[in-house]
């Protein structure tokens, strides 16, 4: 079945400094790539999607590129604010199943 | 619009209970799923529906069971709970099969298994 890498597991960045994480998957069938956002003891939300027909997608300060021949796909935040801080879980959806998530980074943003 | 509602949040129980994990969606969505969040382990999967009528097992679906009553409800249940069982269960649904769309989950749901 699908196997969805994530790294790194911690991720601790300055107010105004840039955030990668990035994910791993293993079923090349895996069409659709999306992440999410969980504040401590709240829901997931997702924040931002990607599908394999597309290599990049934007939506202002966040970002995520996918590379379909490398299973592996990213999530960029750019000038980043405490209100970054939390745990971000990236996915994907193989065929025959639903959807997957990798085991979560922990981003913390100091001010 | 509710949402999802997953009840209860808070269940206790002693190794060998059983019970029933209930989730409700308001928002006409197809599909449905359970999972289950530990630390350090992510969001895996347990069970999902892809539409009414329809149940197929996911990452982790030893020691449960599930029902798709109707479009809007998707229980879980615990016939015979375990310590390893204690976890936070999230409830979601998706108007996009299997999960191939945004996932929009409930509160969560959080048992201890004594």
Redesign the interface.
């Known amino acids: 079945g699908e196997n969805v890498e994530q790294h790194p597991s911690t991720l601790s960045v300055q107010e105004g400094d840039s955030a990668v994480i990035k994910c791993t998957y293993s079923d090349s069938a895996s069409n659709y790539f999306p992440w999410y956002k969980q504040e401590l003891g709240k829901r997931p939300q997702l924040i931002i999607d990607i599908r394999s027909n597309v290599g990049e997608k934007k939506d202002q300060r966040i970002a995520v590129t996918l590379n379909k021949t490398a299973k592996h796909f990213s999530l960029h935040i750019t000038e980043t604010q405490p209100e970054d801080s939390a745990v971000y879980f990236c996915a994907a959806t193989p065929a025959g199943t639903a959807l997957i998530f990798g085991k979560g980074t922990t981003l913390s943003v100091s001010s | 619009n509710a949402g999802v509602t997953q009840t209860p949040k808070f269940q206790v129980l002693k190794t060998g209970q059983s019970m029933t994990l209930q989730c409700a969606q308001d928002m006409n969505h197809n ?1 449905m ?1 359970w ?1 289950r969040q530990d630390p ?6 347990i069970y ?1 529906s ?1 539409s009414e009528g329809t149940t ?1 097992k ?2 982790v679906p030893n020691g449960y069971n599930v029902s798709r009553l109707n479009k809007r409800e998707f229980s879980l249940r615990l016939e015979s709970a375990a310590p390893s069982q204690t976890s936070v269960y ?1 409830c979601a649904s998706s108007e996009v099969g ?6 929009f ?4 749901s959080r048992l201890t298994v004594l």
């Open positions: 599909s799923y999972y350090g382990m992510g969001l895996r999967l999902y892809a197929d996911g990452e999230f299997q999960g191939n769309g945004e996932l989950f409930g509160e969560g």
